[in-house]
């Protein structure tokens, strides 16, 4: 008989667990789609259609060759971006142990917004699931094992506003269009292979470094400073690599994340687009 109340108590058990990750399930899908539907909603006219080659002549020349090689004259602006990302992420600095992860990410142009929703793998059945993104000028970070359990949750500082306007104008090597003058980036020469990147959106303005490679595309974006906490900055570093031809443009399939710290560079993201989609601006 106890034996029979135990089984049936395990049961129940498993049967709630299930329900409770269902629900949690759609609630973050629920969730998701809100978010997504409120940037595309937000999203307005783009000030050209084209990319016009004569709006380049006056950058800095490692820019100049990068639109040259990455554009084509005639190119349609792009107004939003849906991508898919797989690779491994490491949570923990103190620790050499990356888990796998799968993500996609919805980016619109104008105003400049990003909704990252990732599934990162802890232990076999047990993933934590991250929303990462920038929206209407705010910032914000959640993450919830299985979506229940928050284990972070940070939003609405100016902290996390220039934290993620950063992350979009480093990505934006795979929206390339955005990146032009007439969209809203002024650039400033720094050497032969390299030149700053700034961009504002309402009262958030930040300021990134790319550097170029000898085949005239981006090769490396760096922030001398970047929120990692409401108090806390660290000098950022991204790689990317593995250019390819989509939509006639050439966009990087590879990219690497770290931060560099007093003590060395803590890389945590290594990932790799599976597919991207584009919607250009309508002739």
């Known amino acids: ?30 969730a998701s789609l809100v978010r997504r539907e409120t940037m595309q909603a937000a999203c307005l006219p783009l000030p050209r259609k084209f990319y016009d080659p004569g709006e380049i002549e006056v950058l800095p020349t490692p820019v100049k060759r990068y639109f040259e090689t990455a554009l084509q004259a005639g190119q349609a602006m792009v107004a939003t971006v849906r991508f898919s990302q797989q690779g ?8 050499n142990i990356w888990q796998p992860f799968h993500a ?17 793998r802890m232990a076999p059945g047990v993933d934590v699931w991250v929303h990462d993104s920038y929206l209407l000028g705010a910032g914000s970070l959640r ?10 949750d940070v939003r609405d500082t100016a902290a996390s506003a220039r934290g993620e306007l950063m992350r ?17 980036v002024r650039w400033d020469s720094i050497d032969d292979s390299s030149a700053r990147a700034t961009l504002s959106d309402g009262t958030t303005t930040v300021s990134l470094d790319f550097r170029f490679g000898t085949d005239g595309l981006i090769a490396t974006v760096w922030a001398a400073s970047r929120p990692r906490t409401a ?18 443009m050439r966009v990087p ?8 710290l007093p003590g060395g560079p803590a890389p945590y993201f290594k990932g790799h687009v599976v597919d991207i989609e584009y919607e250009f601006v309508s002739r």
């Not at 299930?18 to 899908?29: E, P, T």
């Not at 919805?106 to 990162?120: E, H, K, L, S, Y």
């Not at 919830?144 to 972070?152: C, E, I």
């Not at 660290?234 to 939509?247: P, T, V």
Request: aromatic share 12%; charged share 20%.
């Open 1 to 30: 008989m106890a034996l029979a109340y135990f089984l049936v108590a395990v049961v129940s058990l498993v049967a709630a667990t299930a329900v409770a990750v269902l629900l949690g399930r759609r609630r973050w899908q629920r």
């Open 88 to 95: 491994q992420f490491r949570l923990n600095e103190k620790k």
């Open 104 to 120: 996609s990410q919805f980016v619109t142009m104008q105003p400049p917004g990003f909704d990252w929703d990732a599934r990162i």
């Open 143 to 152: 993450a919830a094992v299985l979506g229940l359990v928050t284990v972070a």
């Open 168 to 184: 979009y104008l480093a990505e934006a090597a795979w929206y390339p269009t955005a990146l032009l003058p007439s969209q809203g």
């Open 231 to 248: 108090t806390e900055s660290a000098a950022w570093l991204c790689r990317i690599s593995s250019y390819e031809l989509r939509a006639g």
């Open 253 to 260: 399939v590879l990219g690497e994340v770290e931060w560099e």
